[in-house]
């Protein structure tokens, strides 16, 4: 879709359990966004609708219905949501087949290849993880491609995992874009860190390799590299071109316009009996004093892992926010963690406009965020769908 355009979309529900779709990313008003009050039961229909206001950017869609996304998602209720507009097409960069979405994501299979989900409570205070990889629903991707520039837009659209992904070639990784489209400028890096939920478009010119070469994606996340995809040079192609040296501006919003600049709200997202935020677990209608921002207000937002709350595991909280995207502003390690976490934090995607930020046991993130699109009731929680289905996650309204 082009931003702009309004959209209706008539969701069916056929399951025999409620569900809904959430627009990860996307400016939405709260009753088409997903939130959890709003779910269709068995055989209902709810319609969605509403403009496209978002940037370009590569956004996605999923389940929401509390308790149940996770199950929802992991059975394949997710995909991509793309928008485009004209500041991009001007920039003319790789478009049509050479612009590659890839969709990764993990499942567990047993021996007669049915899909598994959670069956115990580790599952679900851990995290799912599955013993396959899959991209775009497939196991062992081969993508041929041409001698020429790509852009790939990757989703880690996975309940639980974090992947720590590589060029097994060890080339450069060239960052063009992260949850809400484009950077202000091409980010070089070894590995990115890769959060669930979380999207980086990746710029690649296979010109720099032979026709007959094969280089993969792979995951470092777990010791041995893991092949995610692996792109096959096949084919000549004479087309050239060069990545912008700049790509696209961000609005940058200045943290000393925040009305809360000298005392940021804080969101303490930790492992008690279940995991919570700031203690509390969720409840489809509690809104908390601390829940509460003005339309159009800037804020600062702090998420904090609190590793002592005692109890159980350290464990990392990828954090997200409906209705407003937001921008990092700091990131601080627990000198305790510093070098558990060495080989991930050089592969931070914390620029340009994001909607989920990785928060590893021991870090604090601020963030600021501008509340300026629709009042309402929207939702932030942990990105984990495990975690948010055992309740951690909260409402907060926006007012007028
Ligand atoms: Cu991907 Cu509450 O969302
Ligand atoms: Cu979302
Ligand atoms: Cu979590």
């Known amino acids: 879709v082009r931003t702009g355009q309004k959209v209706r979309i008539r969701f069916q529900n056929n399951l025999q359990e409620t569900s809904n779709i959430h627009w990860h990313g996307l400016y939405v008003p709260d009753y088409a966004d997903g939130h959890p009050r709003f779910v269709a039961q068995p055989g209902e229909e709810y319609v969605y609708e509403f403009e496209v206001i978002n940037r370009a950017g590569t956004y996605w869609y999923h389940p929401h219905p509390h308790q149940r996304t996770g199950a929802q998602v992991n059975a394949g209720m997710a995909g991509l949501f793309i928008v485009e507009d004209e500041i991009e097409d001007a920039l003319d960069l790789p478009s049509g087949d050479f612009d590659v979405p890839l969709v990764l994501q993990d499942r567990r299979f047993d021996e007669d290849n049915q899909l598994l989900y959670v069956n115990n409570m580790h599952d679900q205070t851990m995290g799912f993880r599955g013993n396959r990889i899959l991209v775009n629903g497939k196991l062992d991707q081969t993508i041929p491609v041409a001698t020429r520039p790509y852009r790939l837009r990757l989703l880690?659209?996975?309940?639980?995992?974090?992947?720590?992904?590589?060029?097994?070639?060890?080339?450069?990784?060239?960052?063009?874009?992260?949850?809400?489209?484009?950077?202000?400028?091409?980010?070089?890096?070894?590995?990115?860190?890769?959060?669930?939920?979380?999207?980086?478009?990746?710029?690649?010119?296979?010109?720099?390799?032979?026709?007959?070469?094969?280089?993969?994606?792979?995951?470092?996340?777990?010791?041995?590299?893991?092949?995610?995809?692996?792109?096959?040079?096949?084919?000549?192609?004479?087309?050239?071109?060069?990545?912008?040296?700049?790509?696209?501006?961000?609005?940058?919003?200045?943290?000393?316009?925040?009305?809360?600049?000298?005392?940021?709200?804080?969101?303490?997202?930790?492992?008690?009996?279940?995991?919570?935020i700031n203690n509390l677990t969720y409840q489809i209608d509690g809104v908390d004093d601390n829940e509460i921002v003005r339309l159009g207000d800037t804020e600062i937002w702090e998420f904090i892992n609190n590793v002592n709350s005692g109890g159980m595991m350290p464990m990392p909280h990828p954090v997200h926010m409906h209705g407003h995207q937001f921008q990092i502003i700091e990131r601080t390690v627990d000198p305790d963690f510093a070098q558990q976490w060495a080989g991930i934090i050089n592969g931070y995607l914390d620029y340009g406009w994001k909607d989920t930020v990785l928060l590893m046991p021991g870090e604090t993130v601020r963030v600021v965020v501008r509340f300026d699109h629709y009042e309402g009731i929207f939702v932030y929680h942990c990105h984990m769908l495990e975690h948010e289905d055992l309740g951690m996650m909260r409402n907060y309204q926006v007012k007028l």
């Open 156 to 276: 880690n659209g996975s309940n639980s995992r974090i992947y720590i992904l590589a060029w097994d070639d060890e080339s450069p990784m060239k960052v063009i874009g992260t949850d809400g489209g484009l950077i202000e400028r091409t980010v070089i890096t070894r590995y990115i860190t890769f959060g669930p939920a979380e999207r980086a478009e990746l710029w690649v010119d296979f010109s720099d390799y032979e026709v007959g070469t094969k280089v993969s994606l792979v995951d470092l996340g777990e010791g041995q590299p893991i092949t995610i995809a692996t792109f096959s040079v096949d084919e000549v192609s004479d087309v050239r071109m060069t990545l912008p040296n700049r790509l696209r501006g961000i609005d940058s919003i200045d943290p000393q316009q925040a009305v809360n600049i000298d005392n940021p709200r804080s969101f303490e997202f930790s492992m008690g009996r279940t995991p919570v």
